[in-house]
């Protein structure tokens, strides 16, 4: 019997709204924005939360001088138009990329997430 419902992934990070706003366009979520915290959620209830860190350090990657913390894999149909539309949205592209079948992307406030395809 399970414990827990559905899992809420919480993300650290210097400014919760800019980064629900970048997930809440990426995914196509419903966006809720206050002081400290903000979140994105999909209509099954899925969610993820942008808590704000006085003082926030951005992983380094690929480096693991200061190691990802978490990262996302998003499924994509088709990886060059998936990317462009999260470049457009925010984020950024480095350029060590390991593989062929998706490609990793910072997100405004520097965490790694991949976009993979489907």
């Excluded at 995914?27 to 209830?45: F, N, Q, T, Y």
């Excluded at 993820?48 to 200061?66: A, G, K, L, M, N």
């Excluded at 350029?95 to 997430?113: M, Y």
Aim: aromatic letters at 8%; proline letters at 10%.
């Amino acid at each position: 019997m399970a414990v827990a419902r559905m899992p809420l992934l919480a993300v650290d990070c210097p400014d919760p709204g800019a980064l629900a706003r970048f997930y809440g366009a990426m995914l196509d979520w419903k966006i809720d924005v206050s002081a400290d915290r903000a979140s994105v959620c999909a209509e099954d209830g899925r969610c993820i939360s942008f808590h704000r860190v006085d003082d926030y350090t951005p992983p380094t990657w690929p480096t693991q001088e200061r190691p990802q913390q978490m990262h996302l894999d998003m499924l994509v149909d088709d990886l060059d138009a998936a990317e462009a539309a999260v470049i457009a949205l925010g984020a950024t592209k480095p350029p060590d990329q390991p593989g062929t079948s998706f490609r990793v992307f910072l997100d405004p406030a520097g965490h790694p997430f991949c976009l993979c395809l489907n």
